[in-house]
């Protein structure tokens, strides 16, 4: 299953299946990515980063990528599992920024057994 | 210790009490944070601390007035608070705030302004 981010809010997957959440973040001078998790009543939890010298990197069952030529951000759950429903959101950050890490609008991702 | 620890969990107020939002972290790091997030919506920034000083304030009404007393503390001090205040209030901290390394957060402070 994909998101589209910002129009596609919500994200459902089968349990097995392979997640894409998408981003567009706003700031060209953006040279930091971060994808967060957040589950109901918990604060985001960091999942993966990535810096503007690298197009992905992988981590254990994720991988992020970047494409700065869109500014765009996606991260993709392998072999998604219950336990991944939450909201994920990608949140930028830039040296010219005054260390201000932005947040986007966020993905609800639901994984159905 | 990459730990996070936000007190209280929850807090009730009226809109003239005076409460305080207190945040810990013991990994050494330089820069702290606090964020407010509505339901359904991401986290936004209020303040950044950079080693102990106000380096960011995005015009937050000064009825919210952060306050940090040394390298490992971060409070947030509400005063005459309105009912459209209450969030989930996240405090956040990372090495540097200059540097790209991730934010650590707690798992948020419930505010209910009645």
Redesign the interface.
Same mark, same amino acid.
Request: hydrophobic share 40%; charged share 20%.
């Given at each position: 299953g994909e998101s589209v981010g910002l129009h596609l809010p919500t994200l459902s997957v089968q349990e097995g299946d392979n997640s894409i959440i998408n981003c567009a973040y706003s700031n060209s001078a953006s040279d930091y990515f971060i994808w967060y998790k957040q589950e109901s009543g918990k604060g985001p939890q960091f999942i993966i980063d990535i810096r503007s010298n690298m197009d992905k990197r992988q981590g254990q069952r994720v991988t992020v990528l970047l494409n700065k030529t869109v500014k765009h951000l996606s991260l993709q759950i392998a072999a998604t599992q219950p336990g991944d429903s939450a909201v994920y959101f990608c949140a930028e950050r830039g040296e010219n920024q005054g260390g201000k890490l932005i947040f986007g609008q966020g993905t609800e991702l639901s994984v159905k057994p | 210790d990459t730990e996070?620890t936000?007190t209280p969990k929850h807090l009730v107020m009226g809109m003239t009490n005076k409460k305080s939002l207190k945040c810990e972290q013991h990994m050494g790091h330089r820069?702290m944070?606090w964020y407010k997030q509505k339901a359904?919506?991401?986290?936004?920034?209020m303040f950044?601390y950079?080693y102990e000083k106000l380096?960011?304030n995005e015009s937050v009404p000064s009825r919210f007035s952060p306050e940090c007393p040394n390298s490992s503390l971060l409070n947030l001090h509400l005063h005459a608070l309105q009912p459209e205040d209450s969030a989930l209030y996240?405090c956040?901290s990372?090495q540097d705030?200059?540097q790209?390394t991730?934010? &650590? &957060?707690?798992?948020?402070t419930?505010l209910t302004v009645v």
């Open positions: - | 996070v936000q820069a944070y359904k919506k991401p986290p936004e920034l950044v950079s380096s960011i996240l956040a990372s705030w200059d790209n991730e934010a &650590f &957060f707690g798992q948020g419930r």
